[in-house]
């Protein structure tokens, strides 16, 4: 059974820019975005991966991926998938012995800039890089599955 363990948080400055050791554009949208069961297409240069996610329980939720031919990626997101589709460059970024996704997001949802981190157990100690902000794991509005519900264009953005 596949779990994922992730927390999530906003960020403080652009310090990050600095240690970043590679990166990917993805397109993705969604095919189901019932929160007990999100249905997700991916496409990550040439890609493509179909996951299933499970309703997120604190920082942890069941995950399944599994890969799909590119073409077949394409055709989902070009003729399926809900609206908008998510449209992201995700730089991956080394600190504290774990390797930290910054997703800066385009498109409907431009100025959403939100740092990821996958755990092995949901009470791992992680020592927060100085960039890093707020943390937003528990907050729905970040849930990409919901930003094509609520792009982060539509926010008002005090908070």
């Known amino acids: 059974m596949g779990v994922e363990i992730e927390r999530k948080f906003l960020l403080r400055n652009d310090e990050w820019r600095a240690a970043v050791v590679s990166h990917s554009r993805l397109r993705q949208g969604f095919l189901s ?3 007990h ?4 297409v991916r496409l990550a240069a040439d890609i493509g991966t179909l ?8 920082a942890a939720r069941l ?4 890969p799909i031919p590119a073409a077949d990626a394409e055709a989902m997101l070009d003729n399926l998938c809900l609206r908008p589709l998510i449209e992201k460059t995700r730089y991956l970024v080394p600190y504290g012995g774990l390797t930290w996704e910054i997703d800066v ?3 409907d949802n431009e100025g959403l800039v939100v740092a990821e981190v996958e755990l092995q157990d949901e009470a791992q100690t992680i020592a927060l890089p100085p ?3 707020a943390e937003v794991t528990g907050d729905p509005r970040y849930y990409n599955a919901n930003l ?10 005090s908070s």
């Open 33 to 35: 975005t019932d929160p």
């Open 37 to 40: 069961r999100t249905l997700r």
């Open 51 to 58: 996951t299933v996610k499970g309703l997120t329980r604190g």
């Open 63 to 66: 995950e399944y991926e599994y």
């Open 105 to 107: 997001f385009c498109g």
């Open 131 to 133: 960039w890093v902000g």
């Open 148 to 157: 094509i519900r609520r792009p982060f264009s539509t926010w008002a953005h």
